[in-house]
């Protein structure tokens, strides 16, 4: 069983930019987006992932995550609720720490927001001065909530 304990943040600017290493394209979808768990299919690039995660408990949960084949995986997003998440991932590396920085496609075009991954709750972390508003616990930010209010609604 793996734990992902991640903090969810709005940006402050675009100085992100200059320091991008990746990008990725992500399309994904949920099978399961209830208050307990959820059940997503994700298609990365040309790599597909099924990914099964707890309730949140404050900034961490349980997470299983499994490669699948990329044919399957785009047959599942056909049976996931509806809107697909859409989105460009950027990897940016700032004091060797890893952010991922997400721009939103689609019915949440408009939304960008950082991630950043601890190896525990108390991890400190330097801010980047691009970082704003943490929006960690704030549940309309999460993804398996974007299927159902996209930001294009708010």
């Known amino acids: 069983m793996g734990i992902e ?3 969810k943040f709005l940006l402050a600017n675009s100085d992100w930019k200059n ?6 394209t992500i399309k994904q979808g949920y099978l ?3 208050s307990k768990r959820t059940v997503r299919v994700r298609v990365l690039d040309e790599k597909a992932f099924i990914t099964i995660k707890s309730k949140s408990i404050d900034i961490s949960r349980q997470e299983f995550e499994y490669e699948i084949p990329l044919n399957e995986a785009i047959e599942l997003l056909n049976l996931c609720e509806k809107p697909l998440i859409e989105k460009t991932r950027n990897i940016v590396i700032h004091n060797s720490n890893k952010w991922e920085i997400d721009v939103f496609d689609g019915d949440n075009k408009g939304l ?3 991630e950043i991954e601890l190896s525990n709750k108390k991890e400190k972390i330097d801010l980047p001065v691009w970082i704003g508003k943490e929006v960690s616990l704030e549940s309309k930010y999460f993804n398996s909530t974007l299927i159902k209010k996209p930001y294009c609604k708010w």
């Open 19 to 24: 320091s991008i290493t990746s990008s990725h």
């Open 5 to 7: 304990i991640e903090k």
């Open 32 to 34: 399961n987006s209830n």
């Open 112 to 114: 960008i927001i950082a």
